[in-house]
């Protein structure tokens, strides 16, 4: 597994359990997370600089990496 897919899986996840939350009536909590993660993706998109990448990238390969 590598980082960039494991991203997206975990990106997956979240907008699962925001949906989750807004489905049981936290819809405070489901906000908060999905603005939590507009931001993060909002600052990487700006930038070039993920947070999530850089902190995964620290116990799992890069995918360009795994390719050679």
């Known amino acids: 597994m590598c980082v ?3 991203q997206k899986i975990l990106l997956a996840l ?5 949906m989750m939350l807004a ?4 819809i405070k909590a489901a906000f908060l997370l999905q603005l939590g ?3 993060i993706l909002i ?3 700006l930038t070039g600089f993920c947070y999530i990448t850089k902190v995964l ?3 799992f390969p890069s995918c360009n990496e ?3």
């Open 14 to 18: 979240t907008l699962g359990i925001a």
């Open 57 to 59: 990238s620290t116990a």
């Open 66 to 68: 795994e390719k050679k």
């Open 37 to 39: 993660m507009m931001v």
């Open 23 to 26: 489905a049981s009536g936290s």
């Open 43 to 45: 600052l990487s998109g």
């Open 4 to 6: 960039e897919k494991l």
